[in-house]
């Protein structure tokens, strides 16, 4: 039970170039989710899914596009990448519904654009 | 929407001691959820706690334990008999029970966490 895996764990991007980051679960989870954290602050909500072929937008959507085409994969594509998205990514699975249930975290990508 | 405040930005504690990180939030909701993280220099996002809302008792894992008022909005996390491994930035977080992106965690901005040998 390897829980959330995210590839890559760095990465360095040209402006413009794109990319896609990699993120899937093994426990089943109905609910995935990206966040980007950048320094000093929280994390904040890019994309979510609530199941296979069902996504929408978070808080700071703009320049990400997603994909859900099976439970365990969800994956995080950046077109065009721009010095404002120079952040650590964190995927992140739950399960949904009126449960007391935690997010579970992968370890992060890094990713840096010049 | 729903708002998480940290208003510490660094906190420091001698090993051994106890240290209290606040959290407070703002939501128009009678019933979520709230929980503290830790995330390492290794980056890695780890639950310490949890506390539901409709619960009136405080929440305790081992040396980590919640002071939950819920009219105030206020949560904070008390560690005692702090440890150098305790050494982290931790993050406040709200989830509301209702469906779509209300199952997202609202973050806090965080509380970089220094234990002193």
């Known amino acids: 039970n390897a829980g959330v895996t995210q590839t890559p764990k760095f990465r360095i991007l040209k402006i413009g170039q794109s990319m896609t980051l990699q993120c899937a679960q093994d426990m089943n989870h109905n609910y995935m989710y990206w966040y980007r954290q950048d320094p000093g602050m929280g994390l904040k909500l890019i994309y979510y899914?609530?199941?296979?072929?069902?996504?929408d937008k978070g808080e700071v959507p703009n320049g990400y596009n997603v994909s859900r085409s099976t439970t365990e994969d969800f994956p995080l594509r950046l077109e065009l990448a721009a010095p404002s998205q120079t952040s650590v990514y964190f995927c992140?699975?739950?399960?949904?519904?009126?449960?007391?249930?935690?997010?579970?975290f992968g370890q992060g990508t890094r990713l840096t654009v010049v | 929407a729903q708002t998480v405040t940290q208003s510490q930005p660094e906190m420091s504690v001698q090993e051994a001691e106890t240290v209290t990180l606040s959290c407070t939030y703002d939501t128009s909701e009678s019933d979520y959820y709230l929980f503290w993280y830790k995330q390492p220099p290794s980056r890695q996002m780890i639950l310490v706690i949890r506390q539901e809302a409709y619960k009136q008792q405080n929440a305790t894992e081992n040396r980590f334990s919640v002071n939950f008022q819920k009219a105030a909005k206020s949560f904070s996390l008390k560690i005692s008999d702090s440890q150098l491994g305790d050494a982290a930035m931790y993050f406040c977080?709200?989830?509301?029970?209702?469906?779509?992106?209300?199952?997202?965690?609202?973050f806090g901005k965080g509380t970089l966490l220094t234990v002193n040998p």
């Open positions: 977080a709200y989830r509301s029970p209702s469906g779509g992106s209300n199952y997202k965690l609202t």
């Open positions: 992140a699975s739950s399960y949904g519904g009126h449960m007391n249930t935690e997010a579970f």
């Open positions: 899914s609530v199941g296979a072929g069902i996504t």
